[in-house]
Structures are given as structure tokens and as C-alpha cells.
């Protein structure tokens, strides 16, 4: 319970955050996607149910706070834990890799998304200039975020990890 | 402990986005995000003060630092300038009769405002656009212009009860007809949000002068914003050998960083060209 409060308040001061404090860290119009990252961070050790509602909460949230229509970035968000939940199956050990491969994949595929999305409610994009002064700066934030996230969200995991008790209760 | 089906949950996932996508897409979920969406803006709002404090804290710092070589330059350039001011006070006056000849304060009245308070910006740093705490209880409509003292901010994109969504000129989906101050000449403004956050004005025609300074007022046409309204300075310009229309580059006079209060011209129906 504290656990998934804990997540909601993060994610809930997170999507806060990216629309009034990183506006002005903009590298060009890139700007970092920390509720991605926090959520497929938090997948690695969640189990399948605990993974996917988070990624439906994250994506919701910033949906809200955005022109784009609801869902534009829940989609993305379930397919990347999909993704890494499986691969998480097969390749057992290699989570902090696998957690990059599906951030760098995940976030081109929250683009596209995002720009289809757009295109749907009536807001065409202009291709060239949208990948170089949008989703290349906003890929290079997220290459450079992966691991301080990836290490904050361990810390949250072990500090919230549900105890099990030996000792018998009076 | 019964086994966990992953797909099942995948599945659920997606078809909960998808109808979720569907329905928003539809419009009718509208009310229901604006509620919902409530109090993310109550906090982005006091966030975004937050962080405008920070920011200013900061700049006061750093001006601290860089006023004491500011002053030393200030003082050479001071000799310079002695002899500009006499010139700058005859433009200066020359100014104060244009502004009269303009009666610009006349024209302002015909205009109702209500003033709203900038929340946050737009998740996406694709889209330049702001939140603002107006909404349909106070008036605000799509497609109201948005304004300050200093000139065009953008028009409202998306409305709910208690707050709304700008799309700023700098947008790269903003088009603006523009007309330039001086040789009265049209085109179209348009933001460059990705690339700078400046403006472009095209399409000017080949034979019109542009002039470097020169203020560009929106003209009215196509029925999006009421005319002579400023949108913007001519900062360059650019023409091309065998085009039909020459550029120019404009910098609104708005610091769109640092907006804190706007104005909502709520007395303004933009024309829907739509066919019924």
C-alpha cells in the first residue's frame, strides 16, 4: 500500500515537474521523459500486473497534461514493459541491459506514437525538423537519464520491498 | 499461488489504451479529462512558481556576477552613445506622435479581457503551448486569442471548466497573417518553436521593402485574431533568386519562458471556415 503510494506521488510530482520545471532545460525542444523511465525502471522488479498498471497510470498522467489525445502514451508504455517483461523471461541477469535497449526503444516508439497521435487531432508534424531538434535531443536526454533513474528506482524498490516476518506475532 | 498469465494482462492493457485512445479521439471524454486533469494543474501551477522563484533567485546571482564587467563596458560604450542620444530623442518623439496616430488605446477598448494565470507548459516539448487557469466557467472559448501588453501570445487550443490550453505562436503548427508596419505589406507568421522559438513571416511580396526593426501586426485576414495586434520585430530577412516572395525573420517582443499572466480576448470569434 505505502509501496504503490509511494509510485503515485513520484509519478504525480514527476508529470508536475516535466510541465513547469523542465520547459527550462530544454536541450532545443527536447526535453527528458522521466515517467518512461521510472516506469520501466520499476517493471525490472515488478511483477507482470504491478508493471503493466503502472504503465497505464504514467501514460494517463502525462496524457493529461498534454494536447495529445489520451492514450498517446499509455500504448507505447505497454508495449515497452511487454517487451521487457519477456525479454526479461529469456535473458535472465542482464536486466540493467535489457532496461537500456527498452528505454532507447521504447522512448523512439512513445514518438512515433506521440506524432501519430498528434496527426489524428489535427496537428501535422514536419518530419525533418521534428527529429533533429525534437526526438535526437530527446533521445540523448534519455540515454544520459537511464542510470541515475534506473539506480533511484532500485533504492525505491529495496526501501519499499514488502518485509517477511520469522518471528511469531504476539 | 496461482501463475501469473502475462498476456492476459498485456492484452487487457492494450485494449484499455486503445478504447481509452478511441474515446478520446471521439471527444467525448473531454469533461471527464478536465476534471481529472484538476488538480495535476494545481500542482504544475505551484511548481511552475516555484520554479519561476528559483530561476529568478538564480539570474539575480548570476547578474551580480556579470553587472561588474557589465559596468565596465557600460562605461566605455557611455562615451559612444552621448552623441545617439540626441538622435534617440527625436525617434523617441517621433514615436509618441505615431502612437497617437494609431489611438492604439481606442482600439483596445473595443476588446474585453479576462486575465489568467500560466500553469505549466505542455508535456510534449514538441508542442509549444501553455496551460492557463481560465476555462469554460469564465468564458474562454477555442480559439479566443491570447495576449499580453506586448503583443500576440497564441489562441486557445483546447478549453475545460476551470482551464485551457494556449497554442503559442511559436508553435510550429501556428500560422498568423502578419503585416509589416512600414510598407504595409502581408504574409503569413509562423513559429519556428523547434528550432528557436522565433517567428518566420513568408510569403511577403518580392517588390515589398523590409526593414530591419520594422513591427509586424497581425492583418486580420482569414478571420483567426483581430488586426493590429503585435506579433512580432523584423530581426532579417531573406529573399531568393527566382522565388516569388521573399522572408523575413521576426523575435516576438514576448519572453514566452518567462509568462506569468495573460489576457483572454474573450469578445473575439475566430471565423470557422467549416463546412456544416
Given at each position: 500500500?505505502v509501496?504503490s503510494?509511494l509510485?503515485l506521488?513520484?509519478l ?7 510541465s513547469?520545471v523542465?520547459?527550462y ?6 526535453q527528458?521523459?522521466l515517467?518512461?523511465l521510472?516506469?520501466?525502471?520499476w517493471?525490472?522488479?515488478a ?8 504503465a497505464?497510470?504514467?501514460?494517463l498522467?502525462q ?7 489520451l ?6 508504455l505497454v ?7 519477456l525479454?526479461?523471461?529469456q535473458?535472465?541477469g ?5 532496461y537500456?535497449?527498452?528505454?532507447v526503444?521504447a522512448?523512439l ?6 506524432f501519430v497521435?498528434?496527426g ?6 514536419d518530419?525533418?525538423?521534428?527529429i533533429?531538434?525534437?526526438l535526437?535531443?530527446?533521445m540523448a536526454?534519455?540515454?544520459a537519464l ?6 533511484l ?6 526501501l519499499?520491498?514488502?518485509r517477511?516476518?520469522y518471528?511469531?506475532s504476539? | 499461488m ?18 481509452l485512445?478511441?474515446?478520446s479521439?471521439s471527444?467525448?471524454l473531454?469533461g471527464?479529462q478536465g476534471?481529472?486533469?484538476a488538480p495535476l ?12 522563484a528559483v530561476m529568478?533567485?538564480?539570474n539575480?546571482l548570476?547578474?551580480?556576477e556579470s ?5 565596465r563596458d557600460?562605461e566605455r560604450?557611455?562615451?559612444a ?15 509618441e506622435?505615431l ?15 479576462i486575465?489568467?494565470?500560466?500553469l ?5 516539448g514538441l508542442i509549444?503551448a ?6 469554460t466557467?469564465?468564458?474562454?472559448r477555442?480559439?479566443?486569442p491570447?495576449?499580453t501588453?506586448?503583443?500576440l501570445?497564441g489562441r486557445?487550443?483546447d478549453?475545460?471548466?476551470n ?7 511559436t ?5 498568423v497573417s ?5 510598407s504595409?505589406?502581408e504574409?503569413?507568421v509562423e513559429?519556428r518553436?523547434l ?8 510569403y511577403?511580396?518580392v517588390?515589398?521593402p523590409?526593414?530591419i526593426g ?5 492583418s ?16 532579417s530577412?531573406?529573399?531568393f ?9 521576426l ?5 514566452f519562458n518567462?509568462?506569468?499572466l495573460?489576457l483572454v480576448?474573450?469578445?473575439f470569434?475566430?471565423?470557422d471556415?467549416?463546412?456544416?
Amino acid at each position: 500500500m505505502v509501496r504503490s503510494a509511494l509510485l503515485l506521488l513520484l509519478l504525480i510530482v514527476l508529470v508536475a515537474l516535466q510541465s513547469s520545471v523542465f520547459p527550462y532545460i530544454r536541450f532545443f525542444s527536447g526535453q527528458p521523459n522521466l515517467i518512461l523511465l521510472v516506469v520501466v525502471a520499476w517493471a525490472l522488479d515488478a511483477d507482470w500486473r504491478e508493471a503493466f498498471t503502472w504503465a497505464f497510470v504514467g501514460g494517463l498522467l502525462q496524457d493529461l497534461m498534454s494536447i495529445a489525445p489520451l492514450g498517446t502514451s499509455i500504448l507505447p508504455l505497454v508495449l515497452a514493459i511487454f517487451a521487457l517483461k519477456l525479454l526479461d523471461q529469456q535473458f535472465e541477469g542482464l536486466s540493467i541491459l535489457l532496461y537500456f535497449v527498452v528505454v532507447v526503444a521504447a522512448s523512439l516508439l512513445a514518438q512515433v506514437v506521440l506524432f501519430v497521435g498528434l496527426g489524428l487531432v489535427g496537428y501535422p508534424i514536419d518530419l525533418i525538423p521534428t527529429i533533429r531538434y525534437f526526438l535526437l535531443p530527446t533521445m540523448a536526454y534519455q540515454i544520459a537519464l537511464a542510470l541515475p533513474v534506473y539506480l533511484l528506482v532500485r533504492w525505491l524498490h529495496q526501501l519499499t520491498r514488502p518485509r517477511r516476518s520469522y518471528g511469531l506475532s504476539p | 499461488m496461482r501463475r501469473q498469465n502475462p498476456l492476459v494482462y498485456f492484452i487487457i492493457s492494450l485494449s484499455l489504451a486503445s478504447a481509452l485512445l478511441i474515446v478520446s479521439l471521439s471527444g467525448l471524454l473531454s469533461g471527464v479529462q478536465g476534471i481529472a486533469a484538476a488538480p495535476l494543474f494545481a500542482l504544475t501551477g505551484l511548481f511552475t512558481r516555484g520554479g519561476s522563484a528559483v530561476m529568478a533567485a538564480g539570474n539575480e546571482l548570476y547578474d551580480v556576477e556579470s553587472l561588474r564587467q557589465r559596468n565596465r563596458d557600460l562605461e566605455r560604450q557611455l562615451a559612444a552613445l552621448t552623441g545617439e542620444v540626441v538622435q534617440l530623442r527625436e525617434i523617441a518623439a517621433d514615436y509618441e506622435r505615431l502612437a497617437q496616430l494609431l489611438n492604439y488605446t481606442t482600439a483596445n477598448r473595443d476588446m474585453q479581457f479576462i486575465a489568467a494565470d500560466v500553469l505549466g507548459v505542455d508535456q510534449q516539448g514538441l508542442i509549444r503551448a501553455i496551460l492557463i487557469n481560465k476555462g469554460t466557467r469564465d468564458g474562454v472559448r477555442a480559439g479566443m486569442p491570447v495576449v499580453t501588453e506586448l503583443g500576440l501570445v497564441g489562441r486557445i487550443f483546447d478549453v475545460t471548466a476551470n482551464a485551457a490550453r494556449v497554442q503559442l505562436i511559436t508553435d510550429q503548427n501556428s500560422f498568423v497573417s502578419g503585416r509589416l508596419q512600414t510598407s504595409r505589406a502581408e504574409g503569413s507568421v509562423e513559429g519556428r518553436g523547434l528550432l528557436t522559438g522565433n517567428l518566420v513571416m513568408r510569403y511577403i511580396p518580392v517588390d515589398a521593402p523590409i526593414i530591419i526593426g520594422d513591427l509586424v501586426f497581425t492583418s486580420g485576414l482569414g478571420g483567426n485574431f483581430p488586426p493590429n495586434i503585435v506579433i512580432g520585430q523584423v530581426t532579417s530577412r531573406q529573399s531568393f533568386e527566382f522565388e516569388l516572395s521573399q522572408e523575413a525573420q521576426l523575435t516576438s517582443l514576448i519572453d514566452f519562458n518567462r509568462l506569468e499572466l495573460v489576457l483572454v480576448v474573450t469578445n473575439f470569434e475566430a471565423a470557422d471556415l467549416r463546412l456544416e
